[in-house]
């Protein structure tokens, strides 16, 4: 049963992943670093947005191999389900027209992709290509903060990405203040634990005979 709810939960939250990125890319107001590289390379290649995001995950992926990191079924997955979860949202999202509407998806794209972020983590199945990358460089350098090893990921990124093209505006600083402190808060209450390690340290086992209003 818990595998079947992980499965679940990892492929609904890559979903909703994608349909986040849509909703961001559809505000034209900023994107996240990755997401100003993909829509970047969109815009040069003529490639759909969607289809950009998985093939730049396949050399991402390949980079594991001498960082020694290996990739889980959630990051197969997320290699494969993302980018057309985002094309399929982008086929059928209205144009935001007018500012209101513009900050509307702004918005409800960075909350989502937080609450979509805390799903597909949750299920403990295995990070995406690009969290991998990270965490694999981190590991390899240990003497240099996972923080800053991020950090010159993204910048590189999103220096490229508008090169390119990609939109960076006032989306990207809003994702860059808002996305921690939202998958903090979703995180924990998504991560599905194994039942032998019983609830977190400062819980309460909740008493099945009581249902919730």
């Known amino acids: 049963?818990?595998?079947?709810?992980?499965?679940?939960?990892?492929?609904?939250?890559?979903?909703?992943?994608?349909?986040?990125?849509?909703?961001?890319?559809e505000s034209d107001l900023g994107l996240n670093p990755w997401d100003v590289f993909h829509q970047g390379l969109s815009e040069v290649t003529g490639i759909s947005f969607g289809l950009v995001v998985l093939l730049v995950g396949v050399p991402?992926?390949?980079?594991?191999?001498?960082?020694?990191?290996?990739?889980?079924?959630?990051?197969?997955?997320?290699?494969?389900?993302?980018?057309?979860?985002?094309?399929?949202?982008?086929a059928v999202l209205p144009a935001a027209e007018g500012i209101p509407a513009q900050v509307g998806f702004l918005v409800g794209?960075?909350?989502?992709?937080?609450?979509?972020?805390?799903?597909?983590?949750?299920?403990?199945?295995g990070p995406g290509p690009r969290d991998g990358l990270m965490t694999g460089l981190a590991g390899r350098f240990p003497r240099v903060p996972l923080r800053v090893v991020r950090t010159g990921i993204e910048l590189t990124v999103l220096g490229a990405?508008?090169?390119?093209?990609?939109?960076?505006?006032?989306?990207?600083?809003?994702?860059?203040?808002?996305i921690g402190?939202?998958?903090?808060?979703?995180?924990?209450?998504l991560t599905v634990r194994d039942r032998a390690a019983g609830p977190p340290p400062g819980r309460a086992v909740p008493d099945p005979s009581v249902t919730p209003s």
């Open 109 to 125: 794209g960075i909350l989502l992709n937080g609450f979509a972020t805390g799903l597909y983590i949750g299920s403990r199945m």
């Open 1 to 25: 049963m818990d595998l079947f709810r992980r499965v679940a939960q990892l492929f609904g939250g890559l979903l909703l992943y994608g349909a986040s990125m849509a909703l961001m890319v």
């Open 161 to 178: 990405g508008f090169l390119l093209g990609g939109t960076v505006g006032v989306g990207t600083i809003a994702y860059a203040l808002a």
């Open 181 to 189: 402190p939202l998958v903090h808060l979703f995180l924990p209450a």
């Open 60 to 90: 991402v992926l390949l980079l594991w191999i001498p960082l020694r990191q290996r990739p889980g079924f959630g990051t197969v997955a997320n290699l494969l389900v993302v980018g057309f979860a985002a094309d399929a949202a982008l």
